[in-house]
């Protein structure tokens, strides 16, 4: 076992465990990442092939590896199956910022988990990553993201027109931002 896995960190929640996702979880990413609803907005085609999800994973471990974020593999208590994961990317150290990520299968729509996910995320990045902004960007038609991270306090603060390639057209993103002190108050 290599160093990063060792100290990869195991967050939890009332219903939830958040925890490192390795190639054994592959199916799992592979099945939800499938989904045409889930991978509306995530800025790839739905997965065809197994690789893919590898290849997904291969990101998520290099994100860590590198210290540019953090993913997490979202579990329930009771199964230990990834059904979603969440974390952080683009991290820039020196400004103390970084961006968010999340999905969820589609089966656990609606229940909460994504937001008691982010909020343990939150929590850690703001404690022991020493962030003071996190950023999210959401695509204008992605209603249920938008609701949820305004649920969880972060601010809309414009509209980044063109400002992402993706599945052969450019998107608009809405850019949204919680700060340090905006939990703190």
Not at 134 to 140: D, F, R, V
Not at 152 to 179: P, Q, V
Request: proline share 3%.
């Amino acid at each position: 076992m290599d160093k990063a896995t060792e100290l990869f960190p195991v967050l939890e929640t009332e219903r939830l465990v958040l925890r490192e996702v390795t190639n054994k979880d592959a199916q799992q990413i592979f099945d939800y990442l499938s989904d045409e609803e889930v991978m509306k907005y995530y800025g790839l085609e739905p997965f065809k092939t197994i690789d893919e999800a590898l290849d997904e994973i291969s990101w998520y471990q290099s994100l860590f590896n590198q210290k540019k974020g953090i993913r997490w593999g979202i579990t329930l208590k009771e199964q230990g199956e990834v059904i979603g994961s969440c974390g952080f990317h683009n991290k820039v150290s020196q400004h103390y910022r970084t961006e968010i990520g999340f999905e969820l299968s589609r089966i656990y729509w609606g229940q909460g988990l994504a937001r008691e996910a982010i909020e343990a995320i939150i929590q850690y990045g703001m404690e022991y990553m020493t962030l003071h902004r996190i950023e999210a960007l959401i695509e204008p038609p992605n209603l249920p993201s938008q609701r949820l991270v305004e649920k969880l306090g972060f601010t809309r603060e414009g509209l980044l027109r063109d400002y992402e390639f993706t599945k052969g057209k450019f998107d608009n993103l809405f850019i949204y931002s919680l700060l340090k002190t905006d939990v703190e108050n």
